[in-house]
């Protein structure tokens, strides 16, 4: 499978809770982006991941939300604390060294917070 | 102002039309620019990508990117249901490592 993978395709959880997405991005892209998407808007970036190193973050990325690329692989989104305006599609992309090369998108993870 | 612009739509078209979606930026200095598909309920598919001012064409979709102007379009040829989806515009700005997203222009194509 050459495409980019996430992982679960959908999470239900309580209020308060924590979760944590996984991503796998194509193997020899480098860099590795996650958004966030609500319904009726475009994905809004959340952060990037340039090999194993976080480069930049959004405003949009609380203190509840952490990421990690610990060996320059797979990837992993934590909220911690979950909130119910969390609820949203997370995004997975990944591109072969720069954004202009253009995103492969995984399939996404679909949040819902009860 | 956004960073990138769409009219959301939505816009409905006959088979076999030309589906005409359209796009604003706001950063002069933005060099790279594509287009998205999303199916409803999907993540978004790469289409198109252009990067020089004029048109780029590929299969029955073509791109134009006016920079002057700041606009980028996109026309699909022969409309068929099939492309029934939501079209995203998305921009690299100057010193951006990110593609900033328009809100998208859902497209219906009726048979």
């Known amino acids: 499978d050459t495409g980019v993978s996430q992982d679960p395709r959908h999470k239900i959880t309580k209020r308060g809770q924590n979760v944590t997405f996984r991503c796998d991005p194509i193997?020899?892209?480098?860099?590795l982006y996650w958004y966030r998407q609500t319904l009726g808007q475009g994905p809004e970036f959340l952060t990037y991941f340039q090999n194993e190193a976080q480069l930049e973050k959004s405003r949009l990325l609380s203190d509840r939300f952490s990421a990690e690329r610990p060996k320059g692989s797979f990837s992993t989104l934590e909220i911690q604390r979950t909130e119910q305006g969390d609820s949203a599609m997370y995004l997975c992309a990944s591109s072969l060294a720069r954004a202009a090369d253009g995103y492969t998108f995984g399939s996404g993870t679909r949040l819902t917070v009860v | 102002q956004k960073e990138v612009e769409q009219n959301s739509g939505p816009l409905s078209v006959p088979e076999g039309a030309i589906a005409s979606l359209n796009c604003t930026y706001s950063d002069r200095g933005s060099q790279s620019f594509f287009w998205y598909r999303q199916y409803s309920g999907k993540s978004p598919e790469l289409i198109m990508s252009i990067y020089s001012n004029g048109d780029k064409e590929d299969g029955r979709f073509t791109a134009q990117l006016n920079k002057a102007s700041q606009y980028v379009s996109l026309l699909i040829r022969d409309s068929q249901p099939s492309d029934s989806a939501t079209y995203l515009c998305a921009v690299v700005m100057a010193g951006a490592n990110n593609l900033f997203f328009g809100t998208g222009t859902r497209l219906t194509v009726i048979p």
């Open positions: 193997s020899e892209h480098n860099r």
